[in-house]
């Protein structure tokens, strides 16, 4: 039954692709089993125009008008040379095919696996966002406010479900005090990253979701940036402490590999687009609570684990980490 009703509905894919694009023969389409199909199904279209990705939204104004959107930044984006996947269009010169409850867009297929962090591939991603962010300087985007941006605050429940978890893998003093030094971080951070702080920092159009997943590589090479769904008017810093908590934090404790990872991203980030003073001293608090937000909601989705670690290792983990960025902060903030 099950198997019937998936290819029922891969039926209907390929017939309204055929009926709308222009690819000559084409094979059944199939679900592209190396991702997740959270938000949208995701189809793997093969025929004699070339290979595609197609994907399916809802119908319905908020995300017609953010799909129309994507479709202009991609194309913004080629047309500046970086490497993202171009949109297929229909007959009629349309971007994506609407029904009556969904709406279907087809993508050229992008080759390539998650990036590898090795010292080209940090230099390549930080270069990359750097020019995303200057050639889409002054482009028109949705409207939104561009100062309330993810990260900016760690959910305070969320942290506390964390610090349970560690409390009952272990009840000891070095977990409380591990706790202890997050939570002065993030006091600190809430000071720093305040809303009426914000206009000191600049703004535009970010990708919004920038990590290693969405950086596809060929070896060292970048063959494609992908999921532009979060893209609009945000705050630099979002983007940049997305790339520097998923590419250059991660799970270390070495201080110099830390710093090594990140001045590397930094400057060739600076290539094209030059940090503030106060993005410079702010930027490692919003490093700070985007990696603590990400593990805290990680964990119980990953049953009690995060790229290994239990809730007790990552209040270690943190904690280390954390009082480095702090460090850093200080650092950019005196000139040191």
């Not at 009926?19 to 389409?29: I, Q, R, S, W």
């Not at 003093?173 to 206009?199: G, P, S």
Request: include cysteine.
């Amino acid at each position: 039954m099950t198997s019937r009703t998936r290819i029922e509905g891969m039926d209907i894919i390929a017939q309204i692709i055929r009926e709308h694009y222009d690819l000559g023969e084409m094979a059944m389409p199939y679900q592209l089993a190396t991702t997740h199909q959270r938000r949208h199904r995701k189809m793997v279209v093969e025929s004699d125009a070339g290979k595609f990705l197609a994907k399916t939204y809802k119908n319905d104004p908020v995300t017609l008008d953010a799909l129309y959107f994507q479709h202009n930044l991609v194309g913004h984006l080629v047309n500046n040379n970086l490497p993202v996947a171009g949109i297929q269009k229909t007959r009629d010169g349309h971007t994506f095919v609407t029904m009556d409850t969904w709406a279907l867009e087809l993508q050229a297929f992008i080759e390539g696996g998650q990036m590898p962090v090795t010292e080209n591939t940090l230099k390549i991603s930080g270069e990359a966002l750097g020019r995303f962010h200057h050639v889409c300087q002054d482009m028109p985007a949705p409207p939104r406010d561009a100062r309330k941006w993810r990260f900016s605050e760690v959910p305070r429940q969320t942290f506390r479900t964390f610090y349970e978890h560690a409390v009952k893998e272990r009840n000891d003093q070095e977990v409380h005090a591990h706790c202890n030094n997050i939570v002065k971080f993030l006091k600190d951070a809430k000071t720093m990253l305040d809303i009426d702080k914000r206009y000191a920092f600049e703004t535009g159009v970010i990708h919004g979701d920038w990590h290693g997943g969405n950086l596809l590589f060929v070896g060292e090479k970048l063959n494609g940036i992908i999921d532009m769904e979060f893209a609009g008017d945000g705050c630099y810093l979002e983007d940049i402490a997305y790339a520097v908590s998923n590419l250059c934090v991660r799970t270390s404790v070495n201080s110099e590999k830390l710093l090594y990872r990140t001045n590397m991203l930094l400057n060739a980030y600076e290539i094209h687009r030059t940090l503030s003073y106060a993005e410079r001293v702010a930027l490692y608090y919003a490093v700070g609570v985007k990696h603590i937000t990400t593990v805290s909601y990680q964990l119980p989705q990953q049953n009690g684990r995060v790229a290994g670690y239990t809730p007790r290792q990552w209040m270690a983990i943190l904690d280390y980490q954390t009082r480095w960025l702090a460090q850093q902060s200080h650092k950019a903030r005196w000139g040191e």
